[in-house]
């Protein structure tokens, strides 16, 4: 195993290890969850401590399960978004603030209005939600500015990490790139800071290392993971473009759909593109002239779980009631919009809230699970249509949602194109893996380890009826946005 190489994603929910062996193959895979401490006002925070004591536990697995040979580097990827205010040494000054967060949405709603949104996506293309790191920064400084006076950094979940194992601060081009970056992927944008009432935290922002950061382990960080010191460890792409890469994305005009948590719909570009509605995000790949064009849904597997938690059923249901309620769940329709902070692609709305219509005393829990699956389908479309995905391009799939074949075919009839299924399993460890590889100049065999293992073809019988559904959505979500709650959240401490 001299030649095998270890990826770490520290998600949001699961921080998982994934050794892989010349060849791509994962010979060792470990995880452990992850707490997301929810908060008044939608506040939801994390700790660094906890991720690191889980990220030692998982990589202690994998080496104890391969003979304990080390890998020939690390690399890292997770969550992106958020604010993770550090030290010199690399310890939270206080709770990280997730993307989930939804604090600042007030904010986000005067900065909409002042047209604060409007000049930062025409800067960069990336738009602002209330779990961005500009507005979090901003309700940071307005809040807590000693918080951010006692900081050295204001960065990413996996920069934190990173600083932790290497003592070397930084960030990626993808990270940097949204929402302050100047729209070369290698800087900041001083009209963006001003713009967002930032220009005196600039300081707080960790330099860009383009195509990612690479320092090697340091004692204190190999005594945490059990490997030896020196080890190469690198940091970047975040989770959203690691998949990308993870997923053989390499042409332009490929694509890619992440059913997970959020729903992650990304499609390779060679421009950056700031004309359109403010939404989703312009992320730099560390290429010139490449970027992804993303739009990250917050609904994801999240609004599932919940449907399926409050009908008091387990993951099984899925696969019923895709089998017992036909196509159109008998009229059951669903907006999936069930984040605490809103939407932010393929629109950017902190008050859009979920709606469930049609039901009558006929209908059952497998329409409502079923309305909710297509729902999301529906959802992936129109994320895929601002995105500008291209008909003739490649759609590859990954996500913890590619588990059910049921919900896939959904997909796939819903946009009317072949799903690849990205080869598993860490879709995302192993693009962080081949995007390390190729900085330290490397010779991968990136096809072999990106080949998808399967493809699902769309139905065509189901075409008019899913294009006909698609059409209704878009209607549903003009007609429910003057009914979404505009006041601030009433969200008890827990």
């Known amino acids: 195993m001299s030649g095998a190489r270890l990826g770490v994603d520290v998600g949001t929910s699961v921080v998982k290890a994934a050794l892989f062996d010349e060849n791509g193959a994962a010979v060792a895979v470990q995880g452990r969850p992850l707490e997301l401490r929810h908060g008044p006002n939608g506040a939801v925070e994390q700790d660094l401590e906890e991720i690191l004591t889980g990220l030692s536990e998982v990589v202690r697995a994998v080496l104890g399960s391969a003979s304990g040979v080390p890998p020939a580097l690390v690399a890292l990827t997770g969550q992106g978004d958020g604010c993770w205010l550090t030290d010199s040494e690399f ?23 002042d047209g604060v949104v409007e000049r930062v996506f025409r800067a960069n293309g990336s738009a602002l939600f209330p779990g961005a790191p500009a507005p979090l920064l901003a309700w940071l400084d307005r809040y807590e500015p000693a ?119 990304l499609v390779r570009a060679d421009s950056l593109h700031t004309s359109g509605e403010p939404a989703g995000f312009q992320v730099a790949t560390g290429e010139p002239s490449r970027w992804l064009r993303a739009m990250p849904a917050m609904v994801g597997t999240a609004s599932l779980d919940w449907l399926l938690r409050t009908l008091g059923v387990g993951l099984d249901a899925v696969g019923e009631a895709l ?106 460890a192993r693009g962080a893996v081949l995007v390390a590889a190729r900085a330290r100049g490397e010779e991968l065999d990136v096809p072999a380890w990106t080949a998808p293992e399967a493809v699902v073809e769309p139905d065509p019988a189901r075409r008019t009826r899913y294009d006909d559904g698609y059409q209704d959505y878009l209607n549903h979500v003009d007609a429910a946005r003057p009914l979404w709650p505009r006041g601030p959240l009433d969200q008890e401490d827990n």
Request: charge should be negative; charged fraction near 20%; aromatic fraction near 6%.
């Open 323 to 428: 089998a017992t309620s036909p196509p159109g769940a008998r009229g059951v329709s669903v907006l999936p919009y069930l984040a605490t902070s809103g939407e932010r692609a393929p629109f950017v709305d902190p008050a859009a809230s979920g709606q469930i219509t049609g039901m009558r005393l006929t209908t059952d829990r497998h329409d409502l699970v079923r309305a909710m699956c297509e729902g999301l389908a529906y959802a992936a479309r129109h994320c895929f249509e601002s995105a500008r995905r291209p008909a003739d391009g490649r759609l590859v799939v990954c996500g913890g949602g590619t588990r059910s074949v049921a919900w896939l075919q959904v997909f796939a009839d819903v946009l009317g194109v072949p799903l690849e299924l990205a080869r598993t399993p860490e879709v995302g």
């Open 147 to 265: 918080a951010l006076d006692a900081a050295a950094t204001a960065g990413y979940c996996k920069d934190a990490v990173f600083g932790r194992l290497t003592g070397v601060r930084a960030t990626d081009p993808s990270d940097s790139s949204m929402p302050f970056g100047d729209g070369t992927g290698t800087g900041y944008s001083a009209e963006v800071l001003d713009a967002t009432g930032l220009t005196h935290r600039r300081e707080l922002l960790a330099p860009i290392a383009s195509p990612v950061p690479s320092a090697p382990l340091t004692g204190a960080g190999a005594a945490l993971l059990g490997l030896p010191e020196g080890l190469p460890v690198s940091a970047g792409p975040f989770d959203f473009p690691a998949c990308g890469f993870g997923g053989g994305l390499t042409e332009v005009g490929d694509a890619l759909l992440i059913v997970g948590t959020t729903l992650g719909c």
């Open 91 to 113: 310890r939270l000054v206080r709770p990280a603030l997730s993307w989930l967060d939804g604090r600042a949405a007030e904010l986000l709603n005067r900065w909409s209005a």
